[in-house]
T-cell receptor, first 111, second 115 residues
Framework: TQLLEQSPQFLSIQEGENLTVYCNSSSVFSSLQWYRQEPGEGPVLLVTVVTGGEVKKLKRLTFQFGDARKDSSLHITAAQPGDTGLYLCAGVANAGNMLTFGGGTRLMVKP | SAVISQKPSRDICQRGTSLTIQCQVDSQVTMMFWYRQQPGQSLTLIATANQGSEATYESGFVIDKFPISRPNLTFSTLTVSNMSPEDSSIYLC????????????FGPGTRLTVL
């Protein structure tokens, strides 16, 4: 059982559609990060959220941290083929000091 | 953010042999990590590479199989020893940013195939 559960695991959509990826846990996190990984490359940090209820926007991507700091979501508006990749959430639980990664969501956006 | 390079970028190896992967950072960093990413999967932490002392291994990973060196604050190596096809994977090194929320920056990875 992973500390961070991501859903869905796979998502295939058409260009222009909206989508939401979820990252859930029963543990409280001091901070939570979202990464995107493209084939042949390492993960790249997109955003860090640290305050319960926090919302951050990065162009068409909207990130939210749950009020209780146990969950997060990533919403993409009008997805484009360039958004294709593996999306990973990661965080440090309050009781720990190591970064833990979720299982990942593999997104494919078809033109 | 730090710029991280890895060598080799990919390799195909015979079972029973060993491969050493190098990770170079363009600035001094305290924390360096090695991860394994199996095809289509998320990242699994192998170990934390400590400068001047032995690496700290996660459950399921041992020093005899994955020896790690960290001779200074900008360089580390991971060796995959006595390889088997089950070791076929992407191996990634990462560094932690100074004084932030454990944010990590990753190298491009080494894609290893063991025949």
């Amino acid at each position: 059982t992973q500390l961070l559960e991501q859903s869905p695991q796979f998502l295939s959509i058409q260009e222009g559609e909206n989508l939401t990826v979820y990252c859930n846990s029963s543990s409280v996190f001091s901070s939570l990060q979202w990464y995107r990984q493209e084939p042949g490359e390492g993960p790249v940090l997109l955003v860090t959220v640290v305050t319960g209820g926090e919302v951050k926007k990065l162009k068409r991507l909207t990130f939210q941290f749950g009020d209780a700091r146990k969950d997060s979501s990533l919403h993409i508006t009008a997805a484009q083929p360039g958004d294709t990749g593996l999306y990973l959430c990661a965080g440090v639980a309050n009781a720990g000091n190591m970064l833990t990664f979720g299982g990942g969501t593999r997104l494919m956006v078809k033109p | 953010s730090a710029v991280i390079s890895q060598k080799p970028s990919r390799d195909i190896c015979q079972r029973g042999t060993s491969l050493t992967i190098q990770c170079q950072v363009d600035s001094q960093v305290t924390m360096m990590f090695w991860y394994r990413q199996q095809p289509g999967q998320s990242l699994t932490l192998i170990a934390t590479a400590n400068q001047g002392s032995e690496a700290t291994y996660e459950s399921g990973f041992v020093i005899d199989k994955f020896p790690i060196s960290r001779p200074n604050l900008t360089f580390s190596t991971l060796t995959v020893s006595n390889m088997s096809p089950e070791d076929s994977s992407i191996y990634l090194c990462s560094v932690e940013d100074w004084g932030t929320y454990n944010e990590q920056f990753f190298g491009p990875g080494t894609r290893l195939t063991v025949l």
